[in-house]
């Protein structure tokens, strides 16, 4: 099969490589139809993670069964279903109390909770960009698609991962119906966490980034664009809020954070975050965060940390919450609101492209060019 293989910093290729192949009896083999670039293979294709070369990117995913194991219940062959980015098995201690995400059976590395697919550090599963894909502990981890499903791949394909983690940031925050909610970032997570704060009831959505197509996407559902490169984030905030800041607040940037002059900063959202939330709000922190990543800005970013206003948070009582997005725990539900018609996440959506220009798509991606804001890369297009 064709697939995206990874061959260092900055060098992707379609390659041919072997077709997965049922190796458990739990196991299912998925034709990818949708599969999309997201914003944190960036970390990994700019080689600021350990991913291994030779492997295959991919944890946005959608497709038609293709094979089954002998012990799967739930799926057959033609079925169109949509894969969480996390692989869990579905009966660990993690796993029954909901929080796939730490799965403590799909990684294989000692002391490490958390498998996904095509991801660093999260198992040796391979990715979906390319044209069939392995999805272990099947009858878990697939999500049955209604039978609109190929109509509106691009809409469910984003339930993979995205839509679900921009609702997560949300709950993480503590978001209720009438809050005031600010978002830094305008990626495609930022502008999910939009569209879940407004289907959630949010009196008002503050987008903060500096990119004017994606400010756009932000104000075309209804937010307010903040545009950090022609005025104080944190100022603009206030002023909106009548002096009060956000009742919560949503991370979606991470740990390559920067500044309108292009410099890298990591804490620059956490800390003006610190300054935008109320006192007692609430901040939830998507974005990703490396435990260690070599090609930082500075010594202390090496590592890991950052310099963070711990004192101004802790003195305006902000509660903060943090991790990866555990999929199962709301996929269904999204799914339903996109069947009827409350949820249409693929309004990022700038590029469908097939799988052979994925190296120029990633390109274009990771330099933030004008007009790329979300890419689904098309198998056997």
Known sequence: MKAVVYSGP???????????????????????????????????????????????FGHENLGRVKEVGSAVERLAVGDWVCMPFNISCGHCRNCEKGLTAYCLAANPQPGMAGAAFGFADMGPYQGGQAEYLRVPWADFNCLKLPPDAEEKQSDYVMVADIFPTGWHATELAGMRPGDAVVIYGSGPVGLMAAHAAM?????????????????????????????????????????????????????????????????????????NLVKSVKFTGGIGVVGVFSPQDPGAS????????????????????????????????????????????????????????????????????????HGWTKVILKPGR
């Not at 083999?29 to 492997?55: A, K, W, Y």
């Not at 979606?252 to 959202?269: K, R, S």
């Not at 305006?316 to 996929?331: D, E, L």
């Open 10 to 56: 900055r060098d992707v290729s379609v390659k041919n490589v072997p077709d997965p192949k049922i190796e458990r009896p739990t196991d299912v083999i998925v034709q990818i139809t949708s599969t999309n670039i997201c914003g944190s293979d960036l970390h990994m294709f700019e080689g600021r993670t350990d991913f291994e070369t030779g492997r295959i």
């Open 199 to 271: 289907i959630k009831g949010a009196c008002m959505v503050m987008v903060v980034d500096r990119h004017p197509d994606r400010l756009r996407l932000a104000e075309s559902i209804g937010a307010i664009a903040i545009d950090d490169s022609k005025v104080n984030p944190v100022d603009r905030v206030m002023e909106l809020t009548h002096g009060l800041g956000a009742d919560v607040g949503c991370e979606c940037v991470g740990y390559q954070c920067h500044d309108p002059a292009g410099h890298e900063i990591p804490n620059l959202t956490m800390n």
């Open 298 to 369: 500075n010594d202390l970013a090496k590592k890991g940390e950052i310099v963070f206003d711990w004192g101004m948070s802790w003195f305006k009582g902000q509660r903060i919450a943090t991790g990866q997005c555990n999929v199962k725990a709301y996929n269904r539900q999204l799914r339903d609101l996109i069947h009827a018609g409350r949820a249409k996440p693929s309004f990022i959506v700038s590029h469908e492209i097939e799988l052979s220009k994925a190296a120029e798509a990633y390109q274009h991606f990771d330099a933030r060019d």
